[in-house]
């Protein structure tokens, strides 16, 4: 799915709006989901691939299908308003980047890569 058409369909889905603020990231599993699946043997993966992006007032986060090219299920939506925190912190050794968004219900840790980061940068600086 070419950037066109990935635009396109995350407008359709009320994902990003005008300003095209939408990047690729990996939605982090909790621990307690990390631990059981470790201990069942099931996948030890971090979580799912996933998008985010900034649709008005609200940051917005859908799963991507099973290939991981398009938006497929919203995750959340949370408005500016309810958000007490977010930051970008390294990973570990600098081999990723963690972004970590809270609300007085739920805490949300998003991974991504270095080539990400401008788009995540400005998608911090718009909740501001």
Known sequence: MGKSELLQR???LQLTDERELLSKVVISYSNLRKTVNAVFGRNQNAGTDGFLGIFKNQLVCFASN????????????????LILSHEIKKGFLGLNNQYLIATSTDRFKLY????????????????K
């Open 10 to 12: 995350a407008k359709e």
């Open 66 to 81: 099973m290939f991981g090219t398009k938006p497929d299920k919203e995750r959340f939506r949370i408005s500016f308003e």
């Open 112 to 127: 991504f890569r270095k080539k990400r980061l401008t788009m995540i940068e400005a998608m911090d600086q718009t909740i």
